[in-house]
Nanobody, 119 residues
Framework: QVQLVESGGGLVQPGGSLRLSCAAS????????MRWYRQAPGKQRELVAG???????WYADSVKGRFTISRDNAKNTVYLQMNSLKPEDTAVYYC?????????????WGQGTQVTVSS
């Protein structure tokens, strides 16, 4: 059984920084794309950033220049470094991964971690 477990959320003042982590565990053969999404109250879930197995990255326009996604393939972990945080970044952040477990490729989601940006 594969699990994604996020950590690193919390309360931070505007302009501050947080680093989110998402570790995959279980019978993993390989991990393809890994992504971070977020969902604010009353809004749809939106893609924040993604990273391929080869390290290619992409970002939502709203976070470009402020957020950095990275991954450690040896640890099956993806990170999201968030700098210059704004109140509008407040949301539950979810990680997502395409994982080959045993012989099956499917997508997995983490349980979410709350990020609150407020003074």
């Amino acid at each position: 059984q594969v699990q994604l477990v996020e950590s690193g959320g919390g309360l931070v003042q505007p302009g501050g920084s947080l680093r989110l982590s998402c570790a995959a565990s279980g019978s993993i053969r390989s991990i393809n794309i890994m992504r971070w999404y977020r969902q604010a109250p009353g809004k749809q879930r939106e893609l924040v950033a993604g990273i391929s197995s080869g390290g290619s990255t992409w970002y939502a326009d709203s976070v470009k220049g402020r957020f950095t996604i990275s991954r450690d393939n040896a640890k099956n972990t993806v990170y999201l470094q968030m700098n210059s945080l704004k109140p509008e970044d407040t949301a539950v952040y979810y990680c997502y991964a395409d994982i080959v477990a045993n012989t099956l490729l499917r997508d997995y989601w983490g349980q979410g971690t709350q990020v609150t940006v407020s003074s």
